[in-house]
């Protein structure tokens, strides 16, 4: 049974830092692809960061530079690094694995951005 457990949400001022974990069980998480989506109210889900079994990485336009994605094969982990918070940034975050015709998802982590 997979699962993708994220943690490391809550409340944060604005210009504050989190960092989200996703801790995978269940899978050959090495050779997953691994991403971070959010969904804020009312909005559609939407790429945060991506990055591949080989260590590339990709973002989305709003968040370069501010936010970064790593994984920690040995622990099944991925990571969100979350730098210089905006209220914009308030979502629900999450994990998701994909492998060919196969695909994951955690069941999110509330972050909000707020003073």
């Not at 269940?26 to 939407?46: H, N, T, V």
């Not at 099944?76 to 210089?84: A, G, V």
């Not at 998701?96 to 509330?110: E, I």
């Amino acid at each position: 049974q997979v699962q993708l457990v994220e943690s490391g949400g809550g409340l944060v001022q604005p210009g504050g830092s989190l960092r989200l974990s996703c801790a995978a069980s269940g899978l050959l998480f090495s050779i997953y692809r691994m991403a971070w989506y959010r969904q804020a109210p009312g909005k559609q889900r939407e790429l945060v960061a991506a990055i591949t079994t080989g260590g590339s990485t990709d973002y989305g336009d709003s968040v370069k530079g501010r936010f970064t994605i790593s994984r920690d094969n040995a622990k099944n982990t991925l990571y969100l690094q979350m730098n210089s918070l905006k209220p914009e940034d308030t979502a629900v975050y999450y994990c998701h694995a994909d492998w060919v015709l196969r695909d994951y998802w955690g069941q999110g982590t509330q972050v909000t951005v707020s003073s």
